[in-house]
């Protein structure tokens, strides 16, 4: 019942905000990261059926419970972080008010996932690393640097930042934030290996510890807890 | 520098706020809750020194880096999780700019962290849950109540939940406020293990699972993620 009253609001909200707004050419980003800029349907979309009750062991009381994406957690103010969401992770993902999603994958986003951006008026940016295993591990400098200009970007926010299975990929890219938050390295790598688990790789590490930063300080970082003086 | 920035801000903020405060009675939380409403002091306190560097590998060009606490991490909006501060995560937990810190073991709090509450005005809420292990474990269902009120009071927000490690008290806290905001059981018990890693306890999600959340579905919970609405 909750979940068809946030719908409810939701589509209130946003229905006349960007009717068949003109994808803008971002020349910056337009080589490594494909923006798709995604219409609000002219009607009303159907509310997206809440699955999370089938995919849950706690649905009794006759309520229904949100699952959160594989490896979900907040990063920030305003920043996420998961693995793939799944159309059973939909209506826990709407309570975020997303703004935008930042795809850390080459594979195409799913149709019913472009249907929830589109009936939910979220950004797509999709930065296609590849997710090769080690010891051919190579994430490109470059990506991740564009990546970050969207992640701090707080128009941007809400954002939510995913791969696969939110730990290599998405690991790298919140690690880097972290050093720009000027965190220490242990602290740093602590975290990523909390998400990587069993999973965990030095060369992901190594990326983040050599990642130069210098460029990057000049943005503003109003999202962050480290500047949140009350 | 940014760091000196930082304490200079907070003291200007709260130097004259609750000047020889009294403590006020709770009687509802009285007997399961030290709560300790600090003082600011009438001089500016000297600075906490930065003790970030020394325990930081990463203190290259003369800069100083923030050493959050063990375990870390934002578990929503104005709500922080932790295992037991250090002196040297004191600049850390100054960005975040504390109301209050809720601290899960009977011990009595250090000095240094005491020095540290009053200098920015932190209230401490202390729940004495003692630390016991396997298969002795009994956590107090009245007193995880009572510090999920303390939780959900956004006049408490900012706010630190920790207790020693971060991983049973702390997660046993933090798996009942996600049951209150409907995450399904399976997800709670995933983020539980993330933190609890090879320490997590089967008494401890139990615990979770059995904890009747129904007396405190009528709180208001302004600071969710699932409030959120754009």
Known sequence: MKVAELQFQLHHTHHHQHQQQKQNKQNETAQMCRKIQLSVADQLSPPIRSDSADDCDMADEGEEFFVPPLNFAVVDNGIFRSGFPEPANFPFLQTLGLRSIIYLCPEPYPEANM??????????????????????????????????????????HPVLIHCKRG??????????LRKLQKWCLSSVFDEYQRFAAAKARVSDQRFIELFDISGLKHLPMSFSCSKRIR
Not at 117 to 143: A, C, H, M, W
Request: glycine content about 10%; aromatic content about 8%.
């Open 115 to 156: 249907e929830f951006l589109r009936s939910n008026g979220i950004k797509l940016y999709q930065f296609g690393i590849e997710g090769r295993k080690e010891p051919f591990v190579n994430i490109p400098e470059d990506t991740i640097r564009e990546a970050l200009k969207v992640v701090l970007d707080v128009k941007n």
């Open 167 to 176: 730990k290599h990929r998405t690991g790298c890219l919140v690690g880097c």
